[in-house]
């Protein structure tokens, strides 16, 4: 029997600063991440990598400390199709977490109700050639069209480079679709890089784009405390500010430099220093896109 290496990834930095912004009331971490504990939600045996523990509880302790009021879960590809970690976590919220599903083409009608009735508003599908590259194109067409009844919206994680090659795929969805990590741009390479004039062209003519702006520690090329990110975050909420959401990307997978969450949350006022921005991108645009309750 072959055993499969899967290299294990560092945890988050435990040591959370509080954020010298404070965060508007209903304020929602609109991507971020539980992991297990692996003893009670196994890790799929076909992950690229295995995390560190990150449970309910520390999820729960971060956002008290940020001051973050909602959630929404992406489930991790390290969870594999297994949503129940997700699901659980949004049974115990009293209404504040909402989440984002990992399916494949075995999920059933009954099956999506499931999920649908406990709290998700989204599928997520990775692009990333890290992470495994794009999806069969037969399972990502058959789930759109399941999904898209339910009012659902899809989570998409490219690489930029690839970015200019699915543009017109985007265009023609028939639901709303998130963009993860302001398209993982370079900062290095500038505004007018080609990978960062599509994503802004799909914002200006696609009223279905939306993108979120978390991750600056992927998009950053001088590391700490990755103000380099800030003018395409900038950029992003100029061009579209009833269509982007923000998000810590807490636990952090697979960053080369481990990000303190509260300097990630004093980023905030650099990418909108407007109160009428800030609001928009963390409390009314999430609760339209996830359907949080009034």
């Known amino acids: 029997m072959t055993t499969m290496y899967t290299p294990t990834i560092p945890p988050p930095d435990p040591n959370t600063r509080r954020p010298t912004f404070k965060l508007p009331k ?13 003893a009670k939600y196994p890790y799929a045996p076909d992950r690229s990598y295995t995390p560190p523990d990150a449970p309910l509880e520390d999820f729960r302790a971060l956002h008290a400390k940020l001051g973050v009021e909602r959630a929404v879960i ?6 594999g199709t297994d949503n129940r970690v997700a699901l659980d976590a949004i049974a115990q919220s009293n209404g504040a977490y909402r989440a984002v599903a990992n399916i ?17 508003r989204g ?3 990775n692009f990333v050639r890290h992470l495994g590259g794009a999806p069969d194109k037969r399972v990502f067409d058959r789930i759109i069209a399941m999904v898209t009844p339910l009012g659902w919206h899809v989570d998409l994680h490219f690489d930029a480079i690839d970015l200019p090659e699915y543009a017109n795929m985007l265009t023609r969805l028939p639901l709303r679709y998130t963009i993860d990590h302001m398209g993982r741009v370079k900062a290095s390479e500038g505004l007018d890089q080609l ?13 279905k784009c939306w993108v979120k ?13 990755f103000t380099d990110a800030v003018p395409f975050a900038r950029k992003i909420i100029e061009t579209a500010p009833d269509r982007v959401v923000w998000g810590t990307d807490w636990p952090h997978p697979n ?18 220093p407007e109160p ?6 963390l409390v009314d645009n999430p609760a339209r896109l996830f359907e949080f309750e009034a």
Not at 114 to 120: D, I, S, T
Not at 213 to 225: D, F, N, T
Not at 276 to 281: G, L, P, R, V
């Open 26 to 38: 209903l304020s929602c971490d609109a991507h971020c991440h539980i992991f297990g504990p692996g």
């Open 104 to 120: 494949d083409d075995s999920i059933t009608e009954r099956g999506l109700r499931v999920l649908h009735e406990g709290g998700f």
């Open 276 to 281: 009428e921005f800030q609001n928009k991108i």
């Open 255 to 272: 960053v080369k430099v481990m990000p303190n969450d509260g300097d990630l949350v004093d980023l905030i006022p650099l990418f909108a």
């Open 195 to 207: 990978p960062f004039r599509i994503l802004i062209e799909l914002m200006q003519r696609d009223e």
């Open 213 to 225: 702006i978390c991750g600056p520690e992927r998009v950053s090329s001088r590391g700490s405390p």
């Open 123 to 125: 599928c997520r599908f």
């Open 74 to 79: 992406v489930n991790a590809s390290v969870h």
